[in-house]
């Protein structure tokens, strides 16, 4: 209140001038935490990266980050892009785009291409979708050639097209009632698809078959042993007997999902979760490719306590690790020693982008004149589509 009209006018004038701010449409983005990007190596986890030549995409959605990491000209790429809670992410290879959901009030999806002007090619975001908050959107797939999300707050999956808007396509048959489905709040935690060819082919995780008093959220809400997979044809389970699973996914004619609650990376065979692996901390986010998983693990909400009954809570790690399927061995991980939670896992070819603009190896999302040079031009050849 002291200051003079020309002073607060020079700080008007002054302010929302870093790219990482307007990209993302958060005035804090140029101040994350470096410590955030702070990580420790184990084990193959570059070799197995630049091998198969991936760039790996890694939502950390309490942290409001998404990060990338690849190997570029034989040496580990850490890269970051500031975007409020974002969660599940999609990759269109025909387009060569990469879709995130940022589930916050109201809702948003961003799509990102590579930038062309840059060896790196780092993706950039050329489009935002609004949406309602109300639909508490988590998972994304590609289903047909069209992008659908699970929105949470409605227990249903919705159709996400690329004009806009929304429109619902699938729920479980168990929130039908006299008076129709009930998509008023979320009652199931409907939080992934492992996408088919169809809907009707895809599978869909749940912490719980059947609406009742109790909710997602309530502490007291029961979760050992409660969650599901449903079937989208029949719209009933076909697996029971998990805990809060997430991120299921169909790879080699088989059906994989994170049993979050146990820390462990299963396959369903014949309606029952045989693990394959057990890892230190909330197995959430999961992308397979020939024979390896890359798995995400998170710390504990404290006040969740309950939803990870058999996690080693105070062990465990915000990380991504590298599985082999065969063995169910880990042969490498990436820590994040004061990272917290880890959404999605998604992959793209290095070919098409070593990650994002803002390097680890440059300090957090500062104003550097590569960075805008890059959102300068904005060129990603996408401006005919």
């Not at 999902?257 to 197995?283: C, F, H, K, M």
């Not at 550097?368 to 959102?375: G, K, Y």
Request: with cysteine.
């Amino acid at each position: 209140m002291t200051s003079s009209p020309e002073d607060l006018w020079q700080r008007h004038g002054e302010e929302w001038r870093d790219p990482a701010q307007i990209a993302s449409q958060w005035r804090e983005a140029n101040a994350i935490d470096p410590r955030l990007l702070r990580s420790r190596v184990r084990g193959a986890f570059w070799d197995l990266l630049g091998e198969r030549a991936l760039t790996l995409i890694v939502t950390r959605e309490y942290e409001h980050l998404i990060m990338a990491l690849s190997v570029t000209d034989g040496r580990p790429h850490v890269s970051f892009m500031p975007m409020p809670h974002p969660s599940g992410i999609a990759v269109d290879g025909a387009k060569r785009s990469v879709y995130v959901a940022s589930t916050r009030n109201p809702n948003q999806i961003f799509e990102l291409e590579p930038a062309t002007d840059d060896p790196d090619r780092p993706l950039v975001p050329v489009r935002s979708a609004f949406l309602p908050g109300s639909l508490y959107l988590h998972d994304l797939a590609f289903v047909g050639g069209e992008l659908h999300g699970n929105a949470v707050g409605h227990n249903a999956v919705v159709a996400l097209p690329r004009k806009g808007g929304w429109n619902r396509v699938w729920w479980p048959r168990s929130i039908e009632g006299a008076d129709g489905p009930d998509f008023t709040r979320n009652y199931l935690q409907l939080n992934s698809i492992a996408a088919g060819p169809t809907v009707r082919q895809s599978y869909f995780s749940a912490s719980a078959a059947e609406p009742s008093a109790r909710r997602p959220g309530h502490q007291n809400f029961p979760v050992d042993g409660r969650g599901v997979i449903f079937g989208g044809e029949t719209r009933e389970p076909v697996a029971r007997g998990l805990t809060r699973p997430h991120s299921a996914r169909l790879s080699g004619n088989r059906l994989w999902v994170d049993n979050s609650g146990y820390g462990e990376l299963v396959a369903i065979e014949d309606g029952q979760a045989a693990v394959v692996a057990r890892l230190p901390g909330w197995t959430r986010g999961l992308w397979l490719q020939d024979g390896l998983a890359f798995v995400g693990t998170s710390r504990v909400i404290p006040r969740f306590r309950s939803y990870a009954p058999g996690l080693d809570v105070e062990a465990s790690v915000c990380g991504v690790h590298a599985v082999e399927l065969a063995s169910g061995s880990i042969l490498g991980s990436i820590v994040w020693p004061a990272g917290n939670q880890i959404f999605g896992i998604d992959a793209v070819d290095a070919s098409v982008t070593a990650g994002f603009p803002f390097t680890v190896a440059r300090g957090a999302a500062t104003d550097t004149a590569r960075t805008r040079a890059i959102f300068y031009s904005l060129s990603t050849g996408g401006a005919d589509r």
